[in-house]
Structure formats: structure tokens, C-alpha cells
């Protein structure tokens, strides 16, 4: 692949590399550049007028983006599609086609020259891809992650019938679960283009450093149990759930901090549950964190709790895991497909704080194989990934010669 280059088409990348919106995306490409002269990153970023701006609805990361610079670094160049959004319905239905006009003015602006078009998400990336497609006449690979393919396709027949006919044009489509691609059987994809190709972590990041550091480091108590959660307070995550199965678990110890590293809508609604609870003083929202400050926060923890209601993969858990830390999670579709075993964690129902309360007790005081987890999680490495990518994009270009 070393003589092509690659356009990435996205609904997300992080801000001058600050590694916070969607990191996954980031860590894909930095194990994928090798392999590639350029690759192009397009990151589609609606922006919205400041009227609406102040509204509690508003996504934070539309209010970001509208301020985003391009940027580059290592043989990647990063270019933000700003395109005017207002948040109803009759609007963002064609957000696909917003984002489109702006995406093709930049590859014609930039005089962009690539050989091969991944999207990631199917909407509006994916139909954006799409388009691109038909007047690039190059190969399009669309990568489903999660609320794109579970849910939106289900939404009703005229969403169904667009994300359809967005996956149906794309020469390959890749997955990141199982439980994501049954959904995709239910569109009638053809199996033979789907493959199921995890989210991964980055092994240089997230590896293990001794607890007592870490909360040195972080400044946490030393004769608390850390309970760690971490991911954008959004109701799909399910941190209310988790406040609940704290009350339950302080019944039986006190010795416990549960921190909740993340930001989003539901911040003031869980801060109230914790008032009106009275745990303040056992559970605390701590923002979001820098990613590559992530790592100290899960060494510092000594259980990690992902109490999702869906999750088409959860990379917070193998990067937990990739620091040896033992994960109580749900049955959410993601969650599945990594901890296998109760050497790793223990699986609970969602929305079931009773249930939660008693695995987290149990995996308090279970003498764990802090080595054994690291191992499970090598398999998910994204130098490991990005091969089974390649792959992909090696046997789609083949096939177009």
C-alpha cells in the first residue's frame, strides 16, 4: 500500500490531536499510516448559530467544531468540512447532503489524490462516501460502529431505506461486533462483503503502572477502592444505574470512591442524584480527561464498571483491561465479545443496579490475575487491528484492478 493514498471520511477526529473526541478514529489511522503515503482525513463538523448554542440539547462537540483548524502531523492531513446545521428534524435529515457539498469543494480545493475512500460511520459519513464514490469512481470501505447500525436503521422506513442504500454502495463493509453485524443480516447486506474487525487500543498508551503511583499521581486517597467509569454521561451509558448500585454498595462498605470521568447532557441530572442520594462524598463526576491521561486513571482504579444499556464495542474496557484492571460490565452487545471469562470480570444486566451493586462487591474483594487480563486484552493491540484492516484493503483494490 505504500505508493496509495487514503481518504478517511468522518463525523469526528480530535481537535490539533488532543485525542478527545472519538479517539478511535485517531488510533486507527496512527496504526494504519505506515502503510500508506497520505492519507487524507475529512471530518465532517456541523456547526450551529450561537442563538442555539446555549441550549442544553446542543451537542458540546458542535459548538467545538465550528472553531477546528486544519491541521497535519506525520504523513496525515487533517481538514474540517464546516458545514451550517439547526437542530430539527427537517434539517438534519439532510445533513447527509450538507455534508457532502462541503467535503467534495475541499477535495477539489486541496486537488486530493487517493486511491481508496474508508468512512466511518454509516451516516452522514457513509453517504458522504457514498456520493464521493460515484464521481471519484474509487473503491469505498464504510465502517459501522454503533448507534449508526443498531439503531438508526430501525428508526422507521424512510432511515431504513437510506442507510440501505448508503451500505449497499460501499464495495466493503466492516463492523466492529457481532451483535452489529446480525444487525446488518436484518438490512440484507451480503455476508461476503461484511467483516467483523474489532476497535482496538494502543499498547504504548495504556499498559500497567503500579496503583499506588497512580493515585499518587492523581492525588486519590490511598485507602479508598477506586470504582472507575468512563464515557460521555449520555442515558445509553448508564451511569445512573451505577449511582444506584453505589448507594447499595456502601451499605456494605464505606471504604470506596467511585469517579466517573466524562462529560455531556445528563452532568447536572446525575449531579442531583448524587445530592439527593447523599453520596457526594462516594461518588464524583470528574469531567473529561485528556486521552492520554486516561491510562493513569484506570491504574489508579481497582475495578473498572462499564454499566452501558448498548455498546456496539466499548474500547474503555480493553484499555482497562490492557492495565490489568478487572471490568464489571453488561450484557449491552459489545461488552460480550471481551470479557469471556470471570477471569477478567463478570457480566450483569443493564439498568439492573442490584445486580451491579453485587458484582462490584465481589470483584472488590477478588484476588485477581492483574497479568492474566493484560494477556486477554494483547488480542485487541491496533497494530494488530490495523493488519486485518489492511487486509481488507489489499483483497477490495485487487479485486478493482
Keep these: 500500500m505504500k505508493r496509495s493514498n487514503l481518504l478517511i471520511i468522518t463525523d469526528r477526529y480530535p481537535h490539533n490531536k488532543d485525542h478527545v473526541s472519538s479517539s478511535f478514529v485517531y488510533s486507527q489511522i496512527d496504526a494504519l499510516k505506515k502503510y500508506f503515503d497520505t492519507i487524507h482525513v475529512i471530518s465532517l463538523s456541523p456547526f450551529i448559530p450561537k442563538l442555539f448554542s446555549r441550549f442544553s440539547f446542543m451537542h458540546p462537540r458542535w459548538r467545538k467544531d465550528a472553531f477546528a483548524t486544519d491541521y497535519s502531523y506525520d504523513n496525515v492531513e487533517v481538514r474540517f468540512a464546516r458545514y451550517f446545521m439547526l437542530p430539527f428534524d427537517f434539517v438534519k435529515e439532510r445533513k447527509g447532503e450538507f455534508a457532502y457539498n462541503v467535503a467534495k469543494r475541499i477535495i477539489e480545493r486541496e486537488k486530493m489524490d487517493f486511491d481508496l475512500i474508508h468512512a466511518h460511520f454509516t451516516w452522514p459519513s457513509g453517504y458522504v462516501g457514498a456520493k464521493l464514490k460515484e464521481i471519484c469512481d474509487k473503491p469505498l470501505i464504510i465502517t459501522g460502529h454503533g448507534h449508526d447500525v443498531y439503531d438508526l436503521p430501525f428508526k422507521d422506513a424512510k432511515w431504513n431505506k437510506k442507510i440501505r442504500n448508503t451500505l ?87 471504604d470506596v470512591l467511585c469517579l466517573i470521568v466524562g462529560n455531556g447532557g445528563l452532568k447536572n441530572e446525575l449531579e442531583k442524584q448524587i445530592k439527593l442520594r447523599e453520596l457526594n462524598e462516594y461518588v464524583k463526576l470528574v469531567g473529561t480527561k485528556p486521552h492520554d491521561m486516561i491510562p493513569l486513571w484506570m491504574n489508579a482504579c481497582d475495578v473498572f464498571v462499564l454499566p452501558s444499556l448498548r455498546e456496539s464495542f466499548g474500547v474503555v474496557q480493553i484499555e482497562a483491561m490492557a492495565c490489568g484492571k478487572p471490568v464489571v460490565a453488561t450484557y449491552n452487545g459489545g461488552s460480550e465479545e471481551m470479557v469471556t471469562s470471570e477471569d477478567c470480570g463478570f457480566l450483569v444486566e443493564p439498568a439492573n443496579p442490584k445486580e451491579l451493586a453485587e458484582k462490584i462487591l465481589i470483584a472488590l474483594d477478588k484476588e485477581w490475575d492483574n497479568e492474566k487480563i493484560r494477556k486477554h486484552a494483547e488480542m485487541f493491540r491496533w497494530i494488530d487491528i490495523a493488519k486485518a484492516i489492511i487486509k481488507v484493503y489489499i483483497k477490495l483494490m485487487d479485486s478493482c484492478e
Design 168 to 254: 449497499n454502495a460501499a464495495d466493503r463493509i466492516i463492523t466492529v461486533s457481532k451483535s452489529n453485524y446480525d444487525k446488518l443480516m436484518q438490512l440484507d447486506i451480503s455476508d461476503e462483503k461484511v467483516s467483523v474487525i474489532p476497535n482496538g487500543y494502543d499498547s504504548d498508551l495504556f499498559k500497567n503502572i503500579p496503583i499506588k503511583k497512580a493515585k499518587e499521581r492523581l492525588n486519590l486517597p490511598k485507602d479508598k477502592k477506586i470504582i472507575l467509569s468512563v464515557g460521555n454521561l449520555e442515558k445509553v451509558k448508564g451511569h445512573k444505574y451505577l449511582i444506584e448500585a453505589i448507594e447499595s454498595v456502601i451499605r456494605r462498605r464505606k
